[in-house]
């Protein structure tokens, strides 16, 4: 929220949470960036500890909120399904517990290191709460260290426009003359290819895997920042500041960095949001065609994609990770919006 | 009056036969929704399960292998070899001509053998003959004479390949570059059109010279997406879909209208040790992964019990099988091994995988990364698109960086040579053959040397029984499964045959 | 920020043609379009043409396509070559002999060096042939005849279904802004940008085909095959346009001439679309052929969940068999139809907006 907007800072915080739109995307997001940060202690178990007679287990099946004995609270039983059996509903009833001891992790390169869990299960038995995958997998759990894998997607795809974009156009857009030429021929060039072609294209040359696909994704947002920065400094070069700060001597480089960039830095912000979103749809697209991340990486896309199998027979599969990838996209967009609204300096009521 | 009523009679016969006409031309087409559309429908080009398919209805070969596994005879009439075995001579059956009316001569068999190991064509099956026979005589009209450098004994396996195929000289010669748009054969159906990317229309050949067919029409669609195409079948917009995901088969089956039909195929699914990476080259650890691996927990639960834990490199069904006895599931005893390697603490690897080329392969992988985990084997999964992934197992030694991978084979011609030869003889190795784990063994290689050139079906019997016996003790891979077929069938048709080479075949198909 | 960029962009004679600067507009406004775009592209697109004739306007841009579907082949030309694989190996398959892949790369001329295949294809390409594709063995030219308009039948169905959901939806809401018809008919179009088309597409033949039985599964032939297809693809632009039309149609109901006509006791329907949809569809137009892009990039995806035979499919399919020429091919051809589309949009804004001249 660097930017030098015109706008005093209540303003704009009060425009920024004045649409109940807007308020739905903070709330999305940040419980995306919470889930994210904490996936080993929200998720009960390991992303990827597989039971091959427990797949396809439907969510929310034997979960009751009284006890055996009437207790109120949330009681869950033991379920066993086999790809072509029903689904077997154990007798006992076990407690769920917030924050319970289970399955080691450690996260953070290693800073974390625990086996506390938000919540578990009393017992020896596992519970599924938005099911299980083909694998036998806990799509919660998944999904939860997922949110970290689309996160990472989402920023240094972001990073790699950013990074490689906005210095391009702000390059091109002051220098101007030749080199202004051949950067947007090259940049013309990228956007003669739709951007999903790109990355398939890159990560067909490259090979599948995470940092492959981000890269991709990344490669694929350049011109998008390029073209976007290069309008914005055009039409910061001539102005009385830049021309004053020339005066005093300043370099090209300093005047870039001190004036130009923070100068253009709303439409970046807003684009960035917006571009998260489309980074996320695209690694789900790259997914489908089996072009994204490797399993058994928890990738959203990925699991959506391979859920999609099951659909006639074990749809939620294939829903919960949808819906996770809708939300988020939904999550970035609304705040995109929102940061328009609050940012620009003229704005509507 | 009478008139009027002569009229009104006629029109009402018209109007009837007009929609008798048109409820038969649309209920006469069969459909089978295949999983790609195909690649060429020029024989010696048609490379893939696909393409053969729709091929084996327009055109024939000399002999054919029957869905239980035989080897019989199909355009030819007579066959014999000469007491040395070098040459083999095929008398042709009388009277059949191609569906552009000219004769199927002893010419047209020495057009086209010729024809698939002419470089100029370039097709991938021409090591099928290629280097296997020398010269290829039309000696009259209908007879036509083979001449081998040295005994080959799977010859006549080899010549009931679908790329093989007896097509027509004067078509291939008259179309020229086209001609993979516009086959023409002796089959009981002769080519329509080709919808490229989505059917193939194929019509009923009037003039077949053996049974005629059933069905008037066949179309073969092209659906990648499996849900697509179990849909397609569910609504009656197709007949057969091939490929059914284990996890639909329980839903098809309920369906009143569909049958779903299992069929073994010849295809093993196997890992291969690298044999020139450590620990792989210790064949105690090869032993372990083998014993901690569980098959059957595969087959029952990835594959939905569709499919058949391996027993031997090859699969029944094909000439040579026997059941030589896997490697049992015991975690324990693979702990053991280990600790007799010197591993007891287990060790990181990387397991490769395709994915999306054999049935649920990721998968499969997946669980072998857990049962690995339990014997304290760390591996790490490595997926490849299918391009990057044959070309990176098929590099040479000393630049192939695979440890352990997965891959499958067919024995498509149903002999034990094509299932072992080329995947465990010492001259196979990668980037020469399919043998990419780098495996070899004199021994072996002796016996599968005389397998190849012995005239006595028995002997070969019991030669690749020994064979088979050297690699399990070996173990230069863990042999997992062999697949099944999982085809959807709606009832109204019958007659329809899934063929162990992965072929669904609609020559005898009816509708009830 | 806008209003300055405008500025520029209209003060400054760049190398930039009329679409490229209203993507750079666009590219802020491309969920949300306000005063400032719809006034400046009206001037951006007078200032241009003020001072060209329509033909050398037209002959001039398309001598800057040669260039840039150069560079676009070069990029395609180089990154095929250095994917991981070998045409020839996957062609000839896992029973491969090295002398059956020898003779099929020089069948296909892939052992010769890499700047003589360049060469040969270039002077190949100058005679308008694309070469001959190395899986399906048959000429490109053919091939891309073949899947290429089903994917433009399916593009322009796409975009008639989110003309026909879009833009009455912007109207809608824009004429109850801040009401729950309008917040409802916002999110939905935010949902409809933030869905994986192929969850969408998969769910559609599972309730559509299999359920309900309305519409075939795949495959072409009549318009029922199109619909799913076209609903799939269309639903992320429609939801674009709606909002578009939406901030477009406020901006000119909030106007001047507008409110003047309305006091001059005009019809509300007739001010609506005689004079505010006229004007509002200006953005509209333009948003319009930037999404003819994102459509055909979406098509390859549609494509495969509706086994539609498109260039899409050509396309993915032509990666992972390594088919050279028909990677290249494919690519040419869409990257020409994303320009040319470009193209043709700038010159239809001339026709909506009166005002622009090209003489």
Known sequence: MAAKTNTSPPRWRKKLFSSWLARLGFVLIGLFLFVAAFAPIIAPYDPNSQNLRATYVPPFVGMSLTGPEGQLGLWVREINRTPLGEVMIGETQYPVKLFVRGDAWSWWGGILRSDFHLFGVDGAIKWYPFGADEQGRDIFSRLAYGAWISLSIGLIAVGIGLGVGVPLGVVSGYAGGRLDLVVQRLVDIMLSFPGILLAIVLVATFGTGLTNVMIAVGIATIPNYARLVRGSVLSLRDREFVEASKALGNNDWRIMAQHIVPNALSPIIVQSSLQMAIAILFAAGLGFLGLGARPPEPEWGLMLARGREYLATAPHVATFPGLAIMAVALGFNLLGDALRDALDPRGKS | ?512 | MRRVIVRIVLTKNLNLSQTQKIKIILKLEINKITRETFQSSKLIAHSLYTRTHLTTYIARRLLTVIPTMLGVLLVVFAMVRLAPGDPAELLAGEFATPETIKIIRERFGLDQPVLTQLGLYLSNLAQGDLGESTSKRSPVTKEILTYFPNTLVLTIAAMLVALLIGIPAGIISALRPGTIVDLLAMLGALIGVSMPVFWFGLMAILLFSVQLGWFPVAGTGTIGHLVLPAITLGLGTASILARITRSSMLEVLSQDFIRSARAKGLAGRTVIFKHGLRNALIPVVTVVGLQFGGLLEGAVITETVFAYPGIGQLLVGGILARDYPIVQGSVLVIALAFILINLIIDLLYGTIDPRIRYD
């Open chain 2, 1 to 512: 009056m009478k008139k009027q009523f002569v009229l009104l009679a006629g029109a009402v016969v018209a109007v009837t036969a007009l929609g008798a006409s048109l409820v038969t031309a649309q209920q006469r087409t069969f459909v089978i929704a295949q999983g790609t559309d195909p690649t060429s429908l020029d024989a010696p080009l048609a490379t893939d399960s696909p393409s053969a398919t729709v091929v084996s209805h327009i055109s024939e070969t000399l002999f054919e292998y029957t869905a239980d596994g035989r080897t019989v005879p199909k355009l030819v009439e007579s066959f014999r070899f000469s007491s040395d075995r070098k040459v083999l001579t095929m008398k042709l059956r009388s009277g059949i001509k191609f569906h552009d009316g000219t004769d199927l001569n002893a010419q047209a068999v020495k057009f086209n053998l010729e024809r698939l190991v002419d470089p100029a064509l370039a097709s991938s099956f021409a090591f099928l003959l290629r280097g296997r026979v020398t010269s290829i005589e039309a000696v009259d009209n209908l007879t036509v004479r083979m001449t081998m450098p040295t005994p080959f004994a799977p010859v006549l396996a080899h010549l009931t390949h679908s790329s093989t195929s007896i097509q027509s000289p004067a078509a291939i010669r008259k179309s020229g570059a086209t001609y993979r748009d516009n086959p023409v054969g002796t089959g009981p159906f002769s080519f329509e059109r080709w919808q490229k990317g989505q059917a193939v229309e194929l019509a009923k050949n009037p003039d077949y010279w053996g049974t005629k067919a059933n069905v008037d029409k066949m179309r073969f669609l092209a659906v990648p997406e499996a849900t697509t195409r179990m849909a397609l079948v569910e609504t009656g917009q197709a007949q057969v879909a091939v490929r059914v995901p284990p996890q639909d088969v329980a839903r098809l089956d309920a369906n009143a209208n569909i049958d779903v039909i299992r069929t073994p195929s010849v295809r093993t699914i196997f890992l291969y040790f690298n044999q020139t990476k450590a620990p792989f080259n210790n064949v105690l650890v090869r032993r372990a992964m083998n014993h901690a691996i569980n098959k059957s927990d595969i087959v029952n639960f990835v594959l939905g019990g569709f499919g058949r834990a391996s027993d031997a490199p090859i699969s029944p069904g094909v000439f040579g099988y026997t059941n030589i006895g896997g490697y049992e599931y015991n975690p324990e005893l693979a702990k053991r091994l280990l600790r007799q390697a010197g591993l007891p603490n287990g060790f990181n690897m990387v397991l490769s995988s395709p994915n999306g080329r054999y049935l649920q392969d990721i998968r499969v992988t997946e669980a072998i990364q857990s049962q690995l985990r339990a014997v304290g084997i760390n591996a790490t999964i490595n997926t490849l698109e299918w391009g990057a992934y044959l070309a990176a197992s098929n590099q040479p030694k000393d630049k192939n960086d695979f440890q352990v991978a997965m891959l499958g084979w067919g024995a498509v011609t149903g002999d034990a040579d094509y299932g072992l030869y080329g995947l465990f003889h010492t001259s196979q190795q990668a980037p020469n053959g399919f043998n990419r784990g780098f495996y070899s063994n004199p021994q072996l290689d002796k016996i599968l040397d005389q397998a190849r050139i012995s005239t006595d079906p028995k002997a070969r019997q019991s030669m690749y029984k020994t064979a088979m016996q050297v690699i399990r003790n070996d173990a230069p891979w863990v042999m997992l499964h062999s697949e099944q077929q999982v085809t959807a069938l709606r009832k109204e048709i019958t007659g329809v045959v899934v063929h162990p080479t992965e072929r669904v075949l609609g020559m005898d198909a009816r509708f009830r």
